[in-house]
């Protein structure tokens, strides 16, 4: 039996956010967009009072791992089902496919992903093929 996936929860009233830590690649986006509000050095490091509910919201549907997600208190957990596909290359990191996928893995065995999916380039993720961020431990570049 798999252990529980560790997830953390902070709520400003009118949402919840949802972290994640082993679905986090640490690509730092949460911190550049709202650095009043992430803050990996404090402790707790989400201070969602510092951002008003529309940017919490705007700022987590752009995590390149989605290891932070968002419900609005009012309703159930919101997705972005209407996506456009789209690839990015992140430098020295991992392949971002923005959009709705179907992933299927040996035996038919398939999984849903409906926002941002991070792949690793770099072949060193003990979660392939998703990216854990190991890209910058073993400093890999391109």
Not at 67 to 85: C, F, I, Q, V, W
Not at 130 to 135: A, S, V
Request: charged share 30%.
């Amino acid at each position: 039996m798999k252990n529980a996936e560790k997830i953390k929860e902070y709520s400003n009233g009118e949402i919840t956010i949802f972290w994640k830590p082993a679905k986090c690649i640490h690509a730092g986006e949460c911190v550049k967009a709202l650095p009043k509000v992430y803050d990996p050095k404090a402790k707790p490091w989400i201070k969602i009072e510092n951002a008003t509910t529309d940017e919490l919201k705007s700022q987590i549907d752009k995590c390149p791992s989605g290891a932070l997600s968002y419900k609005d208190n009012k309703g159930d957990a919101l997705e972005m089902t209407n996506y456009e596909t789209k690839i990015e290359v992140l430098e020295n990191g991992p392949l971002l496919i923005y959009g709705k996928l179907k992933i299927t893995y040996k035996k038919d065995n398939q999984e849903q992903k409906n926002k941002v999916t991070a792949f690793c380039r770099c072949g060193a993720s003990k979660n392939k093929p998703y990216c854990d961020g190991t890209h910058i431990e073993i400093n890999f570049s391109d």
